[in-house]
């Protein structure tokens, strides 16, 4: 099995036509090793949340492709891209997404059952991963009845437990307040540590980049190492 559980290559992206081109990747070149955590910094515009979707497979390239796994995710079909995106990624975004008339437990469960597992199966799963995160107290709480610390800690054990090799995160301290943001911060440590799961993390936030292993700027279209 290859150490590497995402990689891009040559990666391009442009938007307009041959006369009006805006080229916001001009060749990105990343590799992620298993456990690795990895934070991408970079200017308002540099284009960290295309870049992002494009990892995760929800945007295309203009050229170059992304592997998942070692497998690409630009050379099979939607279908086949959305189950490889089920089985091997997870995504944490500013903004929960959490299902606002379902619980805790059932918005957990959600990517499982769209895998089609029992829901016997699929009920402990998302028990067992909520507890992980430290909210078995509020597996029947609909997101209205959570801090913004908690339902965040939900949309992470939504990411986590379909057993992904990678988690995406775009910015997913910038709703919280110092505070609270820090909590999160321990949480992608400790589940790290304990399930050897990578993460990549787009982020403004310098106290959260640091605290990955490695650290890239997206500036001109290129990842450059930097030391914050």
Do not use: W
């Not at 298993?34 to 945007?59: F, Q």
């Not at 986590?160 to 440590?189: F, H, I, K, S």
């Amino acid at each position: 099995m290859s150490n590497l559980v995402l990689q891009c290559v040559d990666l391009k992206k442009q938007y307009g036509d041959a006369d009006i081109a805006v080229e916001v990747l001009r060749g990105v070149e990343l590799a992620v090793e298993r456990g690795e955590t990895l934070a991408i910094v970079g200017s308002s515009g540099s284009g960290k949340s295309t870049l992002l979707n494009m990892l995760g497979g929800l945007d295309l390239p203009s050229s170059g492709d992304v592997r998942v796994d070692d497998q690409s995710l630009f050379e099979i079909s939607e279908q086949a891209r959305a189950k490889l995106r089920n089985r091997s990624l997870g995504f944490v975004y500013q903004f929960h997404h959490l299902l606002p008339e379902f619980t805790a437990l059932e918005n957990v469960a959600m990517p499982l059952l769209i895998r089609g597992e029992a829901i016997s199966v699929v009920r402990e799963q998302a028990a067992e991963i909520l507890k992980a995160v430290g909210l078995s107290h509020r597996l029947e709480h609909k997101p209205a009845m959570l801090s913004g610390g908690e339902r965040q800690r939900v949309a992470i054990a939504r990411a986590l437990v379909t057993n992904p090799a990678c988690v995406l995160m775009d910015e997913p301290t910038g709703n919280l307040d110092r505070y609270t943001g820090q909590e999160v911060q321990g949480l992608m440590n400790k589940l790290n540590d304990e399930f050897g799961i990578s993460f990549v993390v787009v982020t403004h936030d310098h106290e959260l980049a640091q605290k990955q292993g490695r650290v890239v700027e997206l500036k001109d279209g290129l990842l450059q190492p930097i030391t914050l």
